[in-house]
């Protein structure tokens, strides 16, 4: 096993990419600390996973609080701390993409997905680094950045920036990061079907167009995330920091 009896927080886990990933962690012996949102209608959904995970055989135990508090990586931390004694892996996960058009793109909407999907990952990642370096083992710190770090897109205006600011979070950190052996990547998801963009990907032509645009021939699932994490996570990626692994089928390359 990849994982054996590490700590692994993943923010954003209650569904989609953040829940498989927690599985496969789980899979791979990992404990884990489930962040969400704290919604009710999240709930049920963080309690039918700590309940799978536990069918592992693994522990699992939840912290509801949203990814732009300030202070939710701190409650994340103290969390892992007091049921698992410890962090070893954060993968900051959580993350919103309200398609909307540029030039009357609502302030509140930007300034929301901004505070979501960086400003919030920002603190998460600087209070399970302090954590880290206490502990004097190392660790590892995955941010679910995307595609859409590298490339544009007409409704994404707000979403894009965020992309390419935790990969470029995670470089940095990296070399801030590296004298104490904890290692920073980012995963660089394609298009994964999932909540983020089911009204999206309705419309059929859309729908098509994406699937057309990937050479593996479809679109991704949360579980074709989940074993690039764990391999990030794990000391089989004990040399790579600093790295982006791009998971799309093939999308980026193919121009024509
Ligand atoms: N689905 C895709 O095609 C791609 C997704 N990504 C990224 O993957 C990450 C996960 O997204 P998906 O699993 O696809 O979507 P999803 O909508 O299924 O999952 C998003 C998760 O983030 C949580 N979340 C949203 N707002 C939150 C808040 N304010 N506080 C705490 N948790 C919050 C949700 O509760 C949910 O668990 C996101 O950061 C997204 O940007 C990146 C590239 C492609
Ligand atoms: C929400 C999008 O469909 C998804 O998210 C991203 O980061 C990429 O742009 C994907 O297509």
Redesign the pocket.
Known sequence: MLLNDKTVII????????RAAALECARQGANLVI???GSES?QPLVDELIGEIRSLGRDATSVGA???DPNTGDKLVDAAVSHFGSVDVFVN?????PFHSFLDMPRDTYLETVN??LNGAYFAVQAAANRMKEQGNGGAIIA?S???ALVGGAMQTHYTPT?AGLLSLMQSCAVALGPYGIRCNALL????E????KDDLADQDKRDYMIGRTPLGRL?R?EDMAGPIAFLASDMAAYVTGASLLVDGGMFVNLQ
Do not use: E, F, L
Request: proline share 8%; aromatic share 2%; hydrophobic share 25%.
């Open positions: 923010t954003g886990a209650s569904r989609g990419i953040g962040g969400y949102s999240s949203p990814a732009g996960n959580a993350g919103i993409c979501t999907n679910v995307s595609i859409s992309k998801p394609g298009t994964i999932t909540d983020i963009n991704g949360p």
